[in-house]
């Protein structure tokens, strides 16, 4: 058998890589931070819509990840776990710094989407997903927070609620109201051309 043909040994999971970081192997923390430093910053940068705060913050997720690393057991896929920390470190500090000042109000049911072609940004045209990112950052981030965690990542109104402390009912009036305020400002930025 040559060199060639010996097999590599598959590259360890997530969950190898947690229990060694847990007992203090840096080099498979770093393996973790590479997986997944990205996916950790975009979710940040949805949801905070600033690129400087974004990075701060991925920074904070890891910091708090290497702290908590030793809790996570395996019972959901890990991603699944990072991307809660990551949530929840978001809506920590939006709590921390008062930015949630909009006032959320119970206002019933909403359309299934009023914003068309948002459903799924990965299978929008490049321009419609610019457009529907400048105008992401644009909206409060009550707002941004609920259309982000709805719509992009894919979480139902009860999920969203508990997630954020409020009732489901004011998790469909915020998303109801950002998908009209993102109409608006779409439609605002394709006049202006």
Known sequence: MSVAEVEKPPPP????LAQRSAAGDTSAFEEIYHRHFR???????????????????????????????????????????????????????????STRSEKLT???ETPVQIVQGTANPNKMPVVDRIALERALQQLPNGYRTVFVLHDIEGYEHYEVADMLGIAEGTSKSQLHKARLKLRQLIKQEAASK
């Open 39 to 97: 996916r950790v910053y975009a979710l940040c940068l949805r949801m905070m819509g600033n690129p400087t705060e974004a990075e701060d913050m991925t920074q904070d997720v890891f910091l708090q990840l290497f702290n908590k690393i030793g809790m996570f057991r395996g019972d959901s896929a890990f991603t699944t776990w990072l991307h809660r920390m990551t949530v929840n470190q978001v809506l920590m500090h939006f709590r921390k710094r």
């Open 13 to 16: 999971s997530d969950f190898e």
């Open 106 to 108: 119970d206002e019933g």
